[in-house]
Every structure is written in structure tokens, then in C-alpha cells.
């Protein structure tokens, strides 16, 4: 549900310092009047504008306004559908785009690579662990430290355990 979602995103800006505050409406005027509300205000912004990402340049007025960066998010693959939805008039000004594909993304396998630099522990092994936003670990792997200052990839494959969004460490 959109609050579990919305409290699984704070938990996780809280705990890497971020205050993270979360607004949903269907309304435009209302959807402005926050929008510039958040001018120096705020550090960055996440922005899921649905189908006004195609045609409403009020929103990219206010956005562009905002003076934050921005990542647009779309929950459907936007560019794979119709040709109006390929239409962003925010795209431009968004740091980035985020989108997803209708298709069964919850069951694939998710990736997740660590860089690891050591220093003082060539030639012995170090444990490397996943940790899922319980604090479990999720798994574990055992690396051979290699010269101070050289970097070793860990790459960690897990499905997840529940839908939407997951945070690990």
C-alpha cells in the first residue's frame, strides 16, 4: 500500500540522516501549491507526476521553480507504451528517470554489487555480508583480501522476500 511504501521510504532516509517527507494528491492546484512550498525548503525531491508528465508544463514550472534536483518516477514503462506517454516535459529538467515494467519485476533476481578496499589484510580472508533492512543478514561471502588499496567486487544475488521496495546494506 502507498503508506507502507511511504513508511519504508522514511525508515530508510532515517537511517542514513535524511528527513524524508511524502505528499500525494490528485489534485494539480494542490500538487503546485506543494511543489513551490518546497522552494529552499528542501534538498532533492522524488516526483512520480503520472499522466501530467505528458502535457502539463504548469508542473514543470514549478518544479523548474523549485530550484532542487529531481528524479522523475513512473511505475509502468513509459517509453513501451503509447507514443503520447512517451512524452516528458519534465524529463529535461529531472536529474533522472526512474520507471519500471508492468511485468513481473517482484520475482526476478536483484544484483547487488559491493566494492571492497582493505588495507592491512593481504592474503587473508574477509567476510563480506548483505544485510537486509531488518538487520538480518541476507547473505554472506568470503573474500581474499588483495594488495592495500586494490578493490575486490562482491556481487550479492538475492530474490526478494517481499514486494515494492527494499532496502539493504
Known sequence: TLPEL???????????????????????AAFLE???????AVDGAIVNPGAWTHY???IRDALEVMGTPFVEVHLSDVDAREDFRRISVVRDIA?????????AFEDAPVSVQADVTAAGFRGRQLSAQLIDQAGAVAQEQTIDARA???????RFQLKPTQPWLSFYQ
Open 6 to 28: 511511504e513508511a519504508q521510504v522514511r525508515a530508510w532516509g532515517e537511517e542514513r540522516g535524511m528527513r524524508v517527507g511524502t505528499f500525494q494528491t490528485n489534485s494539480e
Open 34 to 40: 506543494h511543489v513551490h512550498g518546497l522552494a529552499g
Open 56 to 58: 502539463q508544463y504548469s
Open 95 to 103: 536529474v533522472a528517470q526512474v520507471r519500471v515494467s508492468q511485468s
Open 148 to 154: 592495500d588499496g586494490e578493490t575486490a567486487a562482491v
